[in-house]
C-alpha cells in the first residue's frame, strides 16, 4: 500500500517547505532540506569537487549555516547513495548537527568510514533502511525505492506527510539488465504515481543525451575485447565505488589468469569495506599487493587505481609521469580510463593521457568507441520522461545539475503531459513552500560554498570571505619559479614574496630554507613531472605549507607561480 499519512485529514493545515541547499544550478555538492512544519529532513550532504580556480583548496562543501539555525529542527539526515557528491560532506554536517543518519547498509559503510577518520563513529546514530520497509520520522512517512545507478544500493525518496507525497529521485538510470540483475523498482514508483504524488523532484544530469544510457553491461564487452588481447599489464581506473564494475574487472582477471591489484588509498579502503560486506567477490589467491607486483610477469597482472579524474597526487597521475613507487607502465601495456570527464577536470584529464601515451601504453578511455569503456550511471532523455510518466507529480521541481541542465529538464517537461500543475525552475537558496492552496517560492535562504583543507580538518576558507580571513590570518607566500620545461631546470634562484605572513625581509633563514624546500621537491620529481605544471605546483604547495608549518606554526596559503622560459 501507499502511505497516505494514516487516517485521512479532511483539509491539512500544515506546510510542507522543499530547500535545495546545494546541487540547483551547481555541480556536486547534493544537499535538500524537506520541512514539515517544525519538523526537517536532510536529503543528502555531498561535496563538489574543487577546480583549478579554487588553488589551495581540497574540498567543497555547502555552506549549512540554514541547518546550523534550525539544528534542534532536524530530526534526520537521508542518504540516497554513497556517491562522494552526496555524502561527502556527512562529517562536517555532524561536527555541528545531531541527527540520526539513514542509508542503505553499503551507503552507511561508506559513511561510517568517513566518521572514523573524523572521530564521529561513536557519537553518530546510522540506522539502516531498506527498499520495502517504510519508516517514520517525526510527521514523514519514509520509504526507499531502489534503483539503478553507478553505484549499489542506491535509489529514490519517497516522503509522505499529511499534505502529499514528494519523490527525491537520488542520482538513478533504468538500466533494463544491470550486471546484479537487481533492476530498478519500476512498479513501486508506479504504485505511488497512481496513488498520486504533490512533487517530483528529479536528477537532470543527463538530460541533454537524448535516448536511453546504454547498460553497464555494455562494458563488459569492451573489457573482455582489452582483455583478450593483452600482451602486458592490464591497468584499469575507475571510481572506487563502482563496485559492479570492480567486480567485473576481478572476474575477467580470474578468467585470464591475471593477478588482481588494488592500488590508491580509496580503492583500498572501499574494497576492503565491500568484500567484508559481501558485496565484492574476489577467489582467493587472486589479490596481491603493490609491492609485489614487479615479481609477476607482465601479462598476469590487473592493476585497479584511483585517479581518473587526473587529480595530481593520485595514483594514476603518479604512474602516467612515472614516478609511482611500485605500479609503471611499459610500452605495450594497455591503460583502460573507465570513468566520465567531470565537468572542470577536461585538462588535467588530458594531460595525464598524453603522459600516459608517452609511457608508450595503449589508452583506452570515453573517446565515444564502442563498445564503451564507461556508460553513465544517469538516466538519459527518455529515462528521464519516464520518470515524469510513471510519477505523474503536481509539481515538478529538477535537480542535480548546472542551469542549463535544469532548464532543458523543465523544458522536457513542459513537453509531455505528465505534470498536472506547475513544473519550477528553483536554484539552490530558493524555497518553496505547499500547504493546502497550493504551492509558492518564498525568501531565500543562505547557501554557499564552504572550502575546506583536509590537511587541518579545518573549515578554512568561504571562496571569498574566508579565503580573505585566512590570508589575513596565517598570510600569503607566492614562490615565483622560471622553470626551463625542456631541461626541468630552474633557470633562475627561485623568488618568494609573501603578504601577511612573517617579514621576510627580516627572515633570511626561513627564506633560505624555503628555497631549499623548492629545490629538493624539484630535484625529487622526474622531467615529466618537472613539465607538468599541475604537478609540481602541487608538490611545491604542499611541501611548502609542511615546512612553514613547522617553522613558524602558521599555514599561510602558498600559491606558487611558474613562469615558462
Ligand atoms: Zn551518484
Ligand atoms: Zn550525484
Redesign the pocket.
Known amino acids: 500500500m501507499v502511505y497516505s499519512g494514516g487516517p485521512a485529514i479532511p483539509t491539512p493545515t500544515g506546510t510542507l517547505r522543499a530547500i535545495p541547499l546545494g546541487?540547483l544550478g551547481e555541480f556536486?555538492m547534493?544537499m535538500m532540506a524537506f520541512e514539515y512544519n517544525d519538523h526537517l529532513l536532510v536529503v543528502?550532504t555531498?561535496v563538489m569537487f574543487p577546480d583549478a580556480e579554487l588553488l589551495g583548496v581540497d574540498i567543497v562543501i555547502p555552506d549549512i549555516a540554514y541547518l546550523r539555525e534550525n539544528r534542534e529542527r532536524v530530526r534526520a539526515i537521508l542518504l540516497t547513495?554513497g556517491?562522494e557528491?552526496?555524502i561527502g560532506a556527512l562529517p562536517y554536517v555532524l561536527d555541528e548537527i545531531d541527527a540520526p543518519v539513514y542509508g542503505t547498509p553499503f551507503t552507511l559503510a561508506l559513511a561510517r568510514a568517513k566518521l572514523v577518520e573524523h572521530g564521529l563513529a561513536e557519537v553518530v546514530e546510522l540506522r539502516e533502511m531498506h527498499p520495502g520497509k517504510p519508516f517514520e520520522v517525526g510527521p514523514f512517512q519514509v520509504e526507499f525505492i531502489h534503483l539503478t545507478?553507478s553505484i549499489i544500493e542506491s535509489g529514490a525518496l519517497a516522503l509522505t506527510t499529511p499534505l502529499g507525497t514528494v519523490i527525491h529521485t537520488?542520482?538513478f538510470k533504468f538500466d533494463p539488465t544491470p550486471m546484479d540483475q537487481h533492476v530498478s523498482d519500476l512498479h513501486r514508483l508506479a504504485e505511488y504515481g497512481r496513488a498520486g504524488v504533490l512533487a517530483l523532484f528529479s536528477?537532470s544530469?543527463n538530460v541533454e543525451r537524448p535516448g536511453m544510457t546504454p547498460s553497464e553491461r555494455g562494458v563488459r564487452e569492451r573489457f573482455e575485447e582489452i582483455m583478450a588481447e593483452a600482451k602486458g599489464r592490464v591497468l584499469i581506473s575507475c571510481f572506487a565505488t563502482s563496485l559492479r564494475r570492480l567486480q567485473l574487472v576481478a572476474d575477467l582477471a580470474h578468467e585470464y589468469g591475471r593477478r588482481l591489484c588494488f592500488v590508491g588509498r580509496a580503492m583500498f579502503q572501499n574494497t576492503e569495506i565491500a568484500q567484508q560486506m559481501g558485496r565484492l567477490k574476489i577467489p582467493p589467491g587472486l589479490l596481491v599487493q603493490p609491492q609485489d607486483i614487479k615479481k609477476l610477469p607482465r601479462n598476469q597482472v590487473t592493476v585497479v587505481l584511483t585517479g581518473s579524474q587526473g587529480e595530481p597526487m593520485a595514483a594514476l597521475s603518479r604512474v602516467a609521469v612515472n614516478s609511482h613507487k611500485w605500479i609503471s607502465l611499459e610500452p605495450g601495456d594497455d591503460m583502460v580510463i573507465s570513468a566520465r570527464v567531470i565537468p572542470g577536470n577536461e585538462k588535467s584529464i588530458f594531460r595525464m593521457i598524453d603522459h600516459l601515451y608517452r609511457r608508450g601504453a595503449r589508452v583506452h578511455y570515453a573517446d565515444g568507441s564502442q563498445p564503451p569503456v564507461h556508460v553513465s550511471?544517469?538516466g538519459s532523455a527518455e529515462e528521464l520522461k519516464l520518470m515524469l510518466n510513471l510519477i505523474r507529480p503536481k509539481y515538478f521541481v529538477p535537480i542535480?545539475g548546472e542551469y542549463r541542465q535544469l532548464y532543458r529538464h523543465t523544458a522536457m517537461a513542459k513537453e509531455l503531459a505528465a505534470v498536472s500543475g506547475e513544473i519550477l525552475l528553483l536554484e539552490s537558496g530558493d524555497v518553496l513552500e505547499f500547504d493546502g492552496q497550493g504551492a509558492r517560492r518564498r525568501d531565500r535562504v543562505p547557501v554557499g560554498r564552504v572550502c575546506i583543507d583536509v590537511g587541518t580538518l579545518d573549515e578554512v576558507e568561504e571562496v571569498i570571505l574566508k579565503e580573505r580571513r585566512h590570508i589575513s590570518e596565517d598570510g600569503i607566500v607566492v614562490p615565483i619559479l622560471a622553470i626551463n620545461k625542456h631541461t626541468g631546470q630552474l633557470e633562475i634562484r627561485p623568488e618568494i614574496v609573501s603578504r601577511g605572513f612573517v617579514p621576510l625581509e627580516e627572515a633570511h633563514e626561513l627564506v633560505a630554507s624555503a628555497r631549499d624546500v623548492i629545490l629538493r621537491t624539484i630535484e625529487k620529481s622526474n622531467l615529466e613531472e618537472v613539465g607538468d605544471w599541475g604537478v609540481i605546483k602541487e608538490k611545491i604547495r604542499s611541501a611548502l605549507r609542511r615546512h612553514f608549518d613547522q617553522e613558524t606554526g602558521k599555514r599561510p596559503m602558498v600559491l606558487p607561480v611558474i613562469l615558462e622560459v
Open positions: 546541487g556536486g547534493n543528502d555531498g547513495h556517491h557528491d552526496h545507478h537520488g542520482d536528477d544530469t550511471g544517469h542535480h
